[in-house]
């Protein structure tokens, strides 16, 4: 159960990242966003069958907003609304999946308000932002609100992140693996992300201009 709850939980852990010059102006930002995680999924409001000890780590030493919800039930537009700032009918993305991407599977079928399938053109993200404020920007995991090849509009690259890495060939499989050395793929999003913030701590440091 556990593991299912692993691979089904897919960790974007999207890294609005290291700042290239650390200071209580330019704060380092991490943003690890959990998809389809209820409440009572962590360790710190009292699951005790899942074990969240470092989700619980984070929470013991910052805050905790007990009323705070996110703007979509659904992971697609929660991410568009969390990269934007904006409600989903100013973005237009309302829903994940629909039947076009398993054709004969009537329970993949989604009745929904027509919407977009990947951020307006002209949308600015949050990672734009940071980035044109000195920033060096990179996303770890799934983005699912977009299309396109690196650098593309629709890509990450495309928006504001200067680095873009994603499980290949995985679907939305139980137990799924991101590769043959069968590692689940929670662990190795982690790893990666882990490996970029070590090699920007590390590296030669530039300063982009500030805006």
Request: aromatic share 10%; charged share 20%; proline share 7%.
């Amino acid at each position: 159960m556990l593991n299912y709850f692993r691979s089904q939980v897919l960790w974007l852990i999207t890294l609005l990242a290291l700042t290239v010059n650390a200071s209580a102006r330019q704060p380092n930002v991490v943003v690890i966003l959990i998809d389809d995680m209820g409440y009572r999924d962590t360790g710190f409001v009292g699951n005790k069958y899942i074990e969240t000890p470092n989700i619980d780590k984070i929470a013991k030493s910052g805050a905790v907003f007990n009323q705070c919800y996110a703007s979509a039930p659904n992971c697609a537009p929660t991410r568009a609304c969390l990269l934007t700032g904006q409600y989903t009918p100013r973005h237009g993305v309302y829903t994940v999946v629909d039947d076009r991407y398993a054709p004969g599977q009537p329970h993949m079928k989604v009745m929904s308000t027509k919407g977009n399938d990947e951020l307006p053109p002209d949308t600015k993200t949050v990672a734009d932002a940071l980035k044109s404020n000195g920033y060096a920007t990179a996303l770890i995991g799934m983005w699912n609100i977009g299309r396109g090849r690196d650098g593309t509009p629709g890509s990450p690259t495309g928006r504001g992140f200067d680095v873009y890495k994603r499980p290949d060939d995985v679907n939305f499989e139980k137990d799924a693996y991101m590769n043959s050395q069968g590692r689940y793929l929670s662990d190795a999003l982690c790893d990666q992300a882990l490996s970029w913030i070590l090699r920007r701590t590390f590296s030669p440091r530039t300063v982009r201009p500030q805006t």
